[in-house]
């Protein structure tokens, strides 16, 4: 089985004003995608921000998803924190809040991002460290080629510096020639700027092989 190689990114954002900056890069870019943004992520917690402005930065074509069978697989390192902390003082102070008790299941990692994309197939959160990313996307090269996917979206996200910051990983694949055309953002860290095939065994990491400068970079914050 042949595969695409649609998009692979991993960055470091700030949590500060990372909702203001969303919001103003749908305003210009996705217009269609503002209310939606607005809609579901409204207090959302920042992992769940960072994981979003990750898949905006890759500037792929979000409708292909929706019209395509398309899985989510996330991982993380532990889960939404911000709101997990915030949901346990005011629960302390006896004020606790079933609003807040809402924003505070890991799961809505992969599925706020499922429910952005108006996708209906398999999402789900996973627990794990990145240095098992490698084991999860060859998962989704498995619903690719057993369960008869056309698109798996695989990412990772961790809090870095006391949740200050994010770290957050984006891979697309997808059935070999099913996306036609290469979309790609003007900043960050993108490493395929260009659909690229990968033939049966190989892993899409190892194609591309960024994982020296990933560690860097996550070692150095």
């Keep these: 089985m042949r595969y695409d190689l649609i998009a692979h990114r991993c960055d470091l954002y700030d949590t500060e004003d990372l909702d203001q900056r ?24 920042p992992a769940n921000l960072a994981l979003l402005k990750c898949f905006l930065d890759l500037s792929v074509n979000a409708e292909l998803f929706h019209q395509h ?21 005011l629960a302390l102070e006896g004020n606790s809040n079933p609003f807040v008790f809402r924003l505070t299941a890991s799961n809505l990692l992969s599925s706020l991002l499922s429910i ?10 996973l627990i794990f460290a990145r240095r098992e990313f490698k084991k999860y996307v060859d998962l989704s090269l498995r619903y690719i080629k057993v369960k008869e996917y ?22 697309i694949v997808g059935r070999a020639g099913l996306y ?33 400068f990933l560690n860097s970079m996550v070692k150095n914050n």
Excluded: W
Excluded at 22 to 45: H, N, V
């Design 69 to 89: 069978k398309t899985g989510i697989i996330i991982g993380t390192n532990d889960g939404i924190t911000v709101k997990q902390k915030q949901f346990t003082r």
């Design 22 to 45: 969303i919001r103003a890069q749908l305003y210009m870019e996705q217009p269609s995608y503002y209310a939606r943004y607005c809609e579901k992520y409204r207090s959302a917690d």
């Design 180 to 212: 036609k055309e290469s979309y790609f953002g003007s900043v960050g860290i993108t490493f395929i700027h260009r659909v690229q095939s990968a033939g049966e065994g190989e892993s899409p990491l190892e194609v591309m092989n960024p994982d020296t």
């Design 116 to 125: 952005y994309l108006d996708t209906e197939e398999y999402s789900t959160t």
């Design 150 to 171: 056309d698109f798996m979206i695989c990412g990772y996200i961790e809090s870095m510096q006391a949740e200050k910051s994010y770290f957050s990983e984006l891979l």
